[in-house]
């Protein structure tokens, strides 16, 4: 009676789950294996254009077909030992569980303050390791229509270091400019800033070495540009070029330098508390 009952709860099991798969619509099959239109939620974002929508959903179908294909490929040529996974998954579940472990260790522990005197002194230690590949530029740069009236006092007051005039400067080419960047205090690539203005130059290092201003026009726009200061590759980099890598080089530290006392604090107790032994 029981084994019966039982056969009976399978039965009905495997039938609701047929009737349910039954009238879904199937979009492709490989041998007994079927992909159903329910497997494709999530497949296509919200808001895709229909003939996106229909490229990504034949590709994925198209992918999934390849697969199933391969995967019966591999079960008929492998042998029951060649697919015993188990081991390989649990070191993959033991090494998500360490790190998972890890990142909230970290999270509630690490301490992110980092003095400018911190920043100075591993600075001032790892020169070497601070050596530019590109060259870099402080600048100001301003980009204005050709037919502009502004361009003669913008040209003025770029030249100028009074505090005043940088503020009618900045008011200016907020009104004014197609484009322009102020902020000369901080550094940029060179051969991003020849990105924004369109002048050839065949040896960045000598262009660097004989312009401290700049005046180019093209057929729409004049771009005036003064140098403040500039670095050239293979010299050492300035610290506030550095200072985000040196922040993440030190917090890295102090992270490797916390899970490595969490590991032996943990060895140590269990040592202690006789938990584990080594034959």
């Known amino acids: 009676m029981n084994r019966l009952l039982i056969i009976l709860l399978i039965f009905a099991t495997s039938c609701a789950t047929f009737f349910k798969k039954k009238s879904e619509q199937v979009l492709a099959r490989v041998y007994d294996d079927y992909l ?4 494709l939620k999530g497949v296509v974002a919200p808001g895709t254009l229909p003939k996106d929508s ?7 179908i ?3 077909v390849r697969q199933q294909l391969i995967i ?11 697919m015993d996974f188990s081991k390989q998954l649990e070191n993959y579940k033991n090494s998500l569980t360490i790190y998972a472990y ?4 970290v999270r509630q522990n690490l301490d992110t303050l980092i003095t400018d005197e911190e920043t100075q002194n591993y600075y001032d230690a790892n020169q070497q390791n601070f050596l530019l590949k590109d060259n870099i530029v402080q600048l100001q740069y301003v980009k204005l229509p050709l037919k502009s009236t502004m361009i003669k006092q913008v040209k003025k007051l770029l030249i100028s270091d009074d505090q005043d005039d940088r503020n009618k400067l900045a008011d200016l080419c907020e009104k004014n400019a197609a ?3 102020l902020d000369s205090d901080n550094w940029l690539l060179f051969s991003d800033v020849l990105k924004q203005i369109p002048v050839k130059t065949y040896n960045q290092e000598d262009f660097l070495k004989n312009h401290r201003d700049l005046d180019y026009q093209d057929s729409m726009y004049v771009y005036l540009v003064r140098f403040k200061n500039f670095k050239i590759k293979e010299s050492v980099s300035p610290l506030n070029f550095e200072k985000q890598r040196i922040r993440d080089i ?5 992270k490797i330098e916390l899970i490595s006392r969490m590991q032996d604090d943990i060895y140590t107790n269990a040592q202690k508390k006789n938990v584990f032994e080594i034959f």
């Open 36 to 39: 159903y239109e329910s497997d």
């Open 54 to 60: 229909l490229l990504i959903t034949r590709s994925y």
């Open 62 to 64: 198209e992918n999934w």
């Open 72 to 82: 019966q490929q591999a079960e008929k040529n492998l042998s029951s030992s060649q």
């Open 102 to 105: 890890e990142n909230a260790l």
């Open 179 to 181: 484009d322009y960047f």
């Open 250 to 254: 030190i917090l890295n530290k102090r």
